[in-house]
């Protein structure tokens, strides 16, 4: 690489040796496992902060335009060797611990897999950090620091148990504690209006505070000097302890406040289905909100001074999914209430200023808060809110005159709840969905009415995933194969990997392509023999569904259509099939009860196949325990059959379906979220497609024309296969632990519609397209034929250009000026 010191192999084992003596006291022959990951990071982190240390400040040098970019959640993922990718040193490194007789794989998977983020969200979020770094734009990545993650996930007699993720519990390496940067954030109390000659002045009163702690952590750029930092909040109480009521014995009591701060930052998406989970978690968002805000105004003021009308033209905020929604109003609140700025002025700026990216397309599923507890526990905020409504309410009156019941449907505050959605469309200069899809469907229905107000405002941008990760770090074995015949250009530049398209053709490179995939096969089985005791079928189709465990998800659709296999094999001796492995990844929410049934009724299925001797011969189903991105690395390169079940018009996008397409995998799915670009880019080939549109699915639920129990009673196989749920041979110890599949599949919900996703209604289409998938897997030319050409196409989806579309949508930032750090 042009910017960076291209050090050796000897000095970097020089400079590993060395931190084992300094640090440790120890050897190469005698340093534990953790010393020599600990040794080995340390090295790269130094060479990180030493191309960093000159860079920083440049952004404010330049006066350059900067993205704050709020989630919840980021999965990045372990960081060792991918710094070294982005640094250009990886196989420096390999070469340097080879000669010290040092595992370079072992020493990597040492590194503990930050537990901030959970699914889709946090990983696309991580992937925009990659890119935006890479494409020299500078940008902030703002969430908490939480301690114990989502959860780790054990399965325990086939069935989901949650263990808490202590990832920190040697620290974290990487991350750069910035003390001196403490923000204050206020809960509770009261707020007094006071009017005086300038205006309205609002005190807040008898709040308790949370110091908001910053950790920053580097994301490298990929052949740049650029170094962007994710800054991650740590909650803290002021007081450490009442010593008072230490000294009298009350020692819980003395802890008591200091608890209640800091388990702000312990879990990721705690627990909501009681009152203490619903104000923790909004806690949890206004904390985040806070902090960012009140950093981000801060580092402006330094930079800008009180120029406050440059705000929209110096940084851009973008709120990523509504969790982080509450930035909105304590902006204005920082604005007017410590700033001094007139409310119209400080609204017009936050509406300037900020843009929303929405995530889901189901109504239900758009966040709410209880009015009430909002006003108890951000008095505040919640008078920020009203005032927002009041002003909401009276442009809508004058588009909608008359029309209560939309303006109500629109309003921040009604019905006693404030709807985090309706906040961010409104006080937003953009708001996007994240497919083309699901870009229409906002405008069409979910956000119809803002729509037809402001069609300029709404958009769909198609998501993307870093492919520098998913292929140079993921499947170096494809990697290295795709270097040898198309160059390199691709690294950086994704569309190059069009270039691969004439190669399908060519039969050498297909026999090549296929050596790789089978070694990836290998790969994950060791792995699984190793971390599960599986045996994981390497002469079989790796068929695979990873993505977060619900029932719009569809893993109920793949497992029926295994359960039906099994069923025509036990019951006909002449039926036979080519041997598939299923392999299903996923977490459950804590406490989505049907989620976790789901993954039981996998795990019985897994154990009947398994037990019967014809059965197993022909198919295996796997379940990945505790699926990350690590081994989400290790599973997507090896699958041959990306599952993506989801019914049509639910799923936003999907990020999965990318990275298997990416690693040369053939999609069986809906036309949902990015399948339907994926269709298109593929030109049609290379995909199977099955089931309902998104308007036919929309047209049953407009209608209530779908009667799911005479649809399963009238298709003997699928009857067949539901009677099974029933009858108890999965689990005989526990003969009705599956009645509620079959009931919510059949019967429905209290009175609700049943089979609500129409797993059922799509159940033929979908088991005939998987017979065609698997009849095509028997013909290597045609398969592989297929398999390279996904991999040829899938340069439209990385997240470089997203990026690229956001910036000229959005953000309207300018790359940083670098040349001055390329020798």
Known sequence: MAHLKNHTPEEIRSAIEGKLSRYFGCEVSDATDQQLYEAVASTVRDQIMEMYTPFRGERTRQKAKKLYYLCAEFLVGRTLSNNMISLGCYQAFREALDSMGVDFDKVCEQEPEPALGNGGLGRLAACFMDSLATLDLPAMGCTIRYEYGLFRQRIVDGQQVELPDNWLANGNIWEIPRPNETIEVHFGGTIEEKWEQDGLHVVHKDYKTVLAVPYDMPVLGYETPNVNMLRLWSAKSPKTLDMQQFNQGQYAQ??????LAEVISKVLYPEDNHAAGKELRLRQHYFL???SVGFILQDFQRTYGGRWELLPDKIAIHINDTHPGLAIPEFIRVLVDEKHLDWSFAEYLTRRVFAYTNHTVMAEALEVWNEDMLRLHLPRIHSILVELNRRLSARLWDYYPDQWQRISDMSILSYGQVHMANLCVSMSHHVNGVSKLHGEILKDTLFHNYAVMNPEDFSGITNGVTHRRWLLEA????ASLLDETIGTGWHKDASQLSLLKPYADDAAFREAFAKVKAQNKERLA??????????LRTDAVLDVQAKRMHEYKRQMLNALHILSLYNRIVEDPDFTIPPVTYVFGAKAAAGYTRA????RFIHALAAKIEAHPRARTMLQVVYLENYSVSNAELLIPAAEVS???????????GTGNM???LNGAVTIGTMDG?????YEQLEKKGIYIFGLSASEVEQIYRTGSYQAHELFTSAPELYKTMMTLLQGNLLPNDPRAFNDLYNSLVIGDNGNMADPYLTLRDYASYAAAHTQVISDYQKPDLWWKQAIWNTACSGFFSSDRTIQTYNERVWNMEPLKLDTYLN
């Open 254 to 259: 003395a802890m008591e406040e200091r608890e």
């Open 289 to 291: 909100a806070a902090a």
């Open 475 to 478: 499947n170096t074995g494809l």
């Open 526 to 535: 060791h792995y699984l023999k190793e971390h599960q005791g599986v045996t």
């Open 596 to 599: 976790k049934l789901i993954i």
């Open 643 to 653: 599952e993506q079940l989801s019914t049509a018009g639910k799923e936003a996008s």
């Open 659 to 661: 990275k298997f397409m």
């Open 674 to 678: 990015a399948n339907v670009e994926m």
